[in-house]
């Protein structure tokens, strides 16, 4: 276990990020964005493109889909390990540089969702996709079918919410690196 998930008495597979043949397996979908097959995931992943915060070269990760919204392209995920993902650090330090969904590719415009919002948007994820609320309490200790408050808060401190939508005019064309 680390940091606050000890203090508050839970346990989980996934507490910490996955390393070995679990962190193998779950990079594997890269691969298949890597041939342009990345529409065979459909609007349940997405590839993220983004510098890296130390290095500054572009890395590409995928992640699961919280929510896509078909009619904005708008598109919800979550980074796990209270954003310790590399994804996730390196689009705080610069904004990422472009998302892959399903046929779509764009240049996106991004905003760090608040906990409420972040919650929320894992209270209706975990609704539409049941398997995913029954495997929560093993993975990550977080059983969303307990005392509300205490989800709600386990929740807002686990996982840390973004969205990307498309940004308005901005054709995606070869990036430099950051400054």
Do not use: C
Not at 142 to 161: H, L, S, T, Y
Request: net charge positive.
């Amino acid at each position: 276990m680390t940091g606050s998930a000890s203090a508050r008495g839970r346990s989980g597979l996934a507490l910490g990020k996955p390393s070995g043949f679990v962190g193998w397996l779950l990079r594997q979908p890269v691969r298949l964005y890597e041939h342009d097959l990345g529409w065979l995931l459909g609007h349940r992943f997405m590839e993220i493109a983004h510098y890296g915060r130390k290095s500054g070269r572009i890395h590409r990760s995928v992640v699961e889909v919280v929510r896509f919204d078909a009619a904005t392209k708008e598109v919800i995920v979550v980074s796990a390990w209270r954003g310790h993902t590399d994804w996730y650090r390196n689009i705080q330090s610069h904004p990422a540089l472009e998302i892959r969904i399903g046929p779509l590719r764009f240049a996106p415009q991004q905003r760090f969702l608040t906990p409420d919002e972040t919650v929320h948007e894992m209270q209706s994820y975990v609704h539409e996709h049941r398997l995913a609320g029954r495997l929560m309490p093993w993975l990550f200790g977080i059983d969303m079918r307990g005392p509300q408050d205490e989800w709600r808060a386990n929740v807002a401190d686990f996982f840390k919410g973004v969205s990307f939508r498309p940004a308005v005019a901005q054709p995606i064309a070869a990036a430099s690196p950051p400054s």
